[in-house]
């Protein structure tokens, strides 16, 4: 293909946009890529739109190649099946909310394990046909809080999400290693420098989520590294060792249960209607209390009363109908600052190990993670007993508690040298979820020895329109961008920088050669001067410059290497050879 850029829609800038301030943003706005169209969401443009375009090819030649399959489910999704995973509520503000003509509540997804677990109940219901892994290429909605540097962090963005289902944690786990390993295969194709570092703490296996960072000081995401043993974490999962529990003897034995999800009051109850437990309270929660200071009091059949637990879910204010629903039929109890004074069980605004052990508690029973939110269990007397759920990465199943702050040279964790801390954007991040949306909406299939069987996740993020801005901000130089011949809009940037008929014509010849060999070509046709023509093909990052300019009457082309700035001559009849 040849494109002229006497033709091509584009225009080039000669300034910054006052906006940007990295420079992947700035050289993308200025080599006319993308387009502002509000915060965080952007236009691309016909170069644009081939880099991403091509982005895309890899990420789908790889998940084509481990098996993934390619669907593509709508961005417009109904409120109802985010409303049983909790996500509605959970979201927050990062959620995109509508409502149809009728008033029905609609949203735009975020990110689609509702909808993929829901598709395959759909269409599945046999063990023999799992395994199966689906994915899709697709335009994500987030509200992100600070969208940022152009593309990097878009409220409206590319991403390739897939979703494993297995029926064994082997069968996922492979899943996993086969995603991992493409995600590999990809950032290398796309020349991008990355570490993979742990995500969490480890409460499901060291394994169990990964993230890929890019190395780029403009990163948002700080992780440490080991030298000495590879260890790679992001800080926000470093985890220290915590002081020794206290024994306490008499304890009566207490039951730690898992919850499936970061720590709303609607979850606790939930859990506590899935344990069988009974919950009463006082007073019922309004709109108007933010979700503070909640305590649940349980009562087993025939049994007292007894405190359950707390939840800290934040400070997000939830609307009632939606709370009333989800409490349903139980009912919590607020607290009052009073009650809080009166009763050393109760920790204000956050329950955690620690907070525990200040207030008084003296024995720590079962500390349990469950995708970042911990059950506790403790007690200062015998019969008595408190069940905490801790909020956050704070707390994990072999009893560590995350340090305040890691820093660069602090002791790795798992005792082999020092720590390195660096900055890394978030390109990729694979995940074992297990059945938390598989228990969500109940999906089963008819195992092997007759019985229903609940397959298992994992889900599988990677940023397609972030790594644009990725692959630009890694590889730019001062004088604009440079793309991998991978990605690249065009295989070679030829410039005519000649105004005699002859070298015109030999351009255009030449053009023509390429093409007919396959690659493309991009054609400086345009009626400027050479100056104007060289600065905008080093903006504008195509990896091969080829000029026919002054040399040409002596029968020779330039070759310039835009990576290296290497440049030679050639004769321009060996000049196709020399390209391919
Ligand atoms: P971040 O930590 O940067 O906010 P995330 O952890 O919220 O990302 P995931 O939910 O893990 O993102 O989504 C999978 C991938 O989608 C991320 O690894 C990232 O590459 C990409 N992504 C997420 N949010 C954005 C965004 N706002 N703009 C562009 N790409 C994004
Ligand atoms: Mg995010
Ligand atoms: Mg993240
Ligand atoms: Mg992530």
Known sequence: MITRLSQLFLRTLRDDPADAEVPSHKLLVRAGYVRRIAPGVYSWLPLGLRVLREVERVVREEMDAIGAQEISLPALLPRDPYETSNRWTEYGDGLFRLQDRKGNDYLLGPTHEEMFALTVKGEYNSYKDFPVTLYQVQTKYRDEERPRAGILRGREFVMKDSYSFDLTDEGLAASYQAHRDAYERILQRLGVSYVIVSATSGAMGGSASEEFLAESEVGEDTYVRCVESGYAANVEAVTTPAPAPIPFDGLPEAVVHETPDAPTIATLVHWANSAGVTLDGGRPVAAADTLKNIVVKTRRPGEEWELLGIGIPGDR????????????????????????????????????????????????????????TAWITGADAPGKHVVGLVAGRDFTPDGTIEAAEVRDGDPSPDGAGRLVAARGIEVGHVFQLGRKYTDAFEVNVLGENGKPVRPTMGSYGIGVSRLVAVIAEQQHDDKGLRWPAEVSPADVHLVIANKDDAAREGAEALAAQLDKAGLSVILDDRKASPGVKFKDSELLGVPLIVVVGRGYADGNVELRDRFTGESREVPAETALDEVL
């Open 317 to 372: 204010e939830v609307d009632d109908k939606r709370l009333e629903a989800s409490l349903e039929p139980a009912e919590v109890e607020l607290l009052t600052e009073a009650d809080f004074a009166a009763n050393p069980f109760l920790v204000k605004g956050y329950i955690g190990p620690k907070a525990l052990l200040d207030n008084g508690v003296r024995y720590l029973v079962d500390p349990r993670v469950v995708d970042g």
